[in-house]
């Protein structure tokens, strides 16, 4: 039935924008992010979007709007998002990209009906909706699911001594998901590693300085390791101080005390969102699957926080990224040959 619909969206799609084709027609497109100006990669989003419409030769004015979600309950992000709604209708907004989950969510649930009538593509979605998603035929894009056990497999390669895991969360929608998907991988992950013990502390229930004690100080985080499932602003100040390493499934937290994160790469992503977006503005096909797909995410370290915790950066397996590296660091070699010359 889906695929159906999918097809009879693009017939529609194509005949709209047929008498005028993306060499002749500069788009708007509304681009939604989740968090603030503020938050790390920002500016890699906007790049790789724009790289991505121009790969498949789409130009496009794109105007980015901020959902500030983690400072917001639900009932005032609804708000929020109803006057960038408002604001997209006046421009006249061919098509919407959202990034992150709360600003997708938002935009289908805040009761404007603009995330209906046009086309949506969703990305770096981390705990997919599948009811609200499965009848959307307007929506594509790609969900990024936290892969927990592959997190938990590289917390014991690259720290095998560390036997007491602390999983930080907090009460937000997400994060309560994102503790029920933890749960389930720690099962099967305990049942080959019965020697581990896992410790959950809730940011908004347990008393700060509790959470502080366990991780920042070195005779209480000698022998742990942090796994977060929802990364908010709070948990940067905890992060930065921690003596125990942290692993997670968001890339943005790369620059915030995290060593390890298993999430795509920003550019990346944002480009893939790029290219989907032109696809759809000009009624081109898509991949076979439609609708919504899933990435997997690769190995992403902080090269400072490697070096915090004596972790020698060959530790890294093929495949992995290494980020935040020292400009003498990437380029002491040629810096030396340069030099001597």
Request: charged share 20%; proline share 4%.
């Amino acid at each position: 039935m889906r695929k159906i619909v999918l097809l009879v969206f693009w017939e529609v799609m194509s005949a709209l924008f047929s008498t005028m084709s993306g060499a002749d027609r500069i788009y708007n497109i509304l681009y939604i992010r989740s968090y603030t100006p503020n938050t790390p990669f920002q500016s890699v989003l906007t790049k790789g979007l724009y790289k991505g419409l121009s790969k498949e030769g789409v130009k496009a004015n794109v105007t980015v709007e901020y959902l500030n979600a983690d400072y917001w309950g639900y009932n005032a992000e609804c708000v929020i998002m109803r006057r960038i709604c408002e604001r997209a209708r006046q421009r006249g907004t061919d098509l919407i990209v959202t990034m992150g989950d709360e600003a997708f969510y938002d935009l289908m649930t805040c009761g404007d009906s603009l995330g209906y009538q046009l086309p949506v593509v969703a990305a770096n979605i981390k705990y997919p909706n599948e009811e609200l998603m499965k009848d959307l035929p307007n929506v594509f894009g790609f969900t990024v699911k936290i892969d927990f056990e592959k997190l938990f497999e590289e917390m014991k390669r690259i720290f095998p001594n560390r036997k007491e895991v602390i999983c930080l969360s907090d009460n937000s929608l997400l994060g309560r998901r994102g503790i029920k998907a933890l749960e389930n991988a720690w099962v099967k992950f305990q049942h080959r590693n019965p020697e581990y013990t896992l410790v959950k502390k809730n940011m908004q229930a347990h008393v700060t300085t509790d959470v502080i004690s366990s991780i920042c100080y070195d005779y209480n985080a000698y022998n742990r390791v942090v796994i977060v499932p929802k990364w908010n602003p709070l948990l940067s100040v905890v992060c930065k101080n921690s003596k125990a390493p942290v692993f997670t499934g968001q890339s943005l937290t790369l620059t915030n005390g995290v060593i390890c994160a298993h999430d795509v790469v920003y550019l990346e992503s944002a480009s893939v969102a790029g290219k989907l977006a032109a696809r759809v503005l000009e009624g081109k096909p898509i991949p076979s699957s439609g609708g919504i797909v899933n990435l997997e995410g690769k190995f992403q370290y902080d090269y400072k926080q490697l070096a915090f915790f004596h972790v020698n950066p060959r530790v890294v397996e093929e495949g992995g990224i290494i980020m935040n590296v020292p400009f003498k660091e990437r380029y002491g070699n040629s810096l030396a040959i340069l030099y001597s010359v």
